[in-house]
């Protein structure tokens, strides 16, 4: 009996149970030379085998399919991680229109307007037109302003066409020359000191207006003495304006002192401008430099 169990080994019982018919013969010898006793043992042994077998695939399954899970995670994230990337450029563009740096743009004789420039417009009053994010703020400011009792406060030069801007400033020159010098490039260069260039002009873009009181309606120095001008010095960044070129400036605006010409730039920028108590080009070298 102990020979026969050493020969029914489970290497051998491996091989046996290759197929359902070597399963059958299987039993049919064990049953012949060891008796129903020793078959049963074998059969439990094999229930085991199998069990353990069957343990063993469902935990194999179960570090593949957590395998499985792992690396769809891994490919989550990286998809996740190239779309993020994709859309840098956009986001980027998007954050810049949403900060409106536009807002800051120098127009001057070192910075013109691209060529053919126009912005989309919008109606203040009358025949004056300025750029449509602006155009009712401006209205608005110079309401508030005549409601509070400071002032009338009146548009005299709102948006201006480059073929306007040349006029003007063909008109300026030829006032230089009658008044002041008989040097046409002389004449040119004073006269550009108060009327800019075509192109290089604020008014261009459609984010600049003069205003001055009815009260005194001329465009000199004497503006800021005015209750309208006093009011609009005082209140004009909670609307988003700045006084564009400020007393003691030209040397860095390149522009005589105008109390009456107001820059449209956003109430953000226009507060961290006034707080700071600097011009429009050092605020803006200092926003797009850091």
């Not at 040349?166 to 030829?174: P, S």
Request: hydrophobic share 40%; net charge negative; aromatic share 8%.
């Amino acid at each position: 009996m102990t020979a026969v169990r050493r020969r029914i080994s489970l290497f051998t019982m491996k091989k046996m149970l290759s197929s359902k018919k070597e399963v059958l013969i299987a039993f049919a010898l064990i049953a012949v030379t060891v008796g129903s006793g020793l078959l049963m043992q074998v059969l439990l042994q094999i229930r085991e085998m199998r069990a353990s077998q069957r343990e063993a695939a469902a935990v194999v399954s179960m570090a593949l399919d957590e395998i499985h899970s792992a690396f769809q995670e891994v490919r989550d994230v990286q998809d996740a991680a190239a779309t993020r990337m994709a859309a840098l450029p956009q986001r980027k563009q998007d954050r810049l229109e949403d900060l409106q740096l536009d807002l800051l743009m120098i127009v001057s004789a070192d910075s013109p307007l691209p060529e053919g420039y126009v912005p989309e417009l919008d109606t203040v009053v009358g025949d004056y037109v300025m750029d449509v994010r602006c155009a009712s703020v401006c209205w608005q400011m110079m309401q508030d302003c005549r409601n509070s009792g400071h002032g009338l406060p009146m548009i005299c030069s709102a948006y201006r066409t480059q073929e306007y801007q040349q006029f003007l400033f063909d008109n300026k020159v030829y006032d230089v020359l009658w008044e002041e010098t008989n040097d046409r490039d002389k004449a040119r260069e004073l006269a550009a000191r108060v009327v800019a260039l075509p192109g290089t002009s604020e008014h261009q873009s459609g984010l600049a207006a003069d205003i001055m009181d009815e009260v005194y309606p001329y465009l000199n120095e004497w503006q800021e003495h005015t209750d309208a001008q006093k009011w609009l010095m005082e209140h004009c960044t909670e609307y988003g304006f700045i006084l564009r070129y400020p007393p003691g400036t030209s040397e860095i605006t390149g522009i005589i002192y105008e109390p009456w010409h107001y820059r449209y730039v956003g109430e953000k920028f226009a507060k961290e401008i006034a707080n700071r108590g600097i011009t429009l080009e050092e605020y803006a070298a200092w926003r797009r430099g850091r």
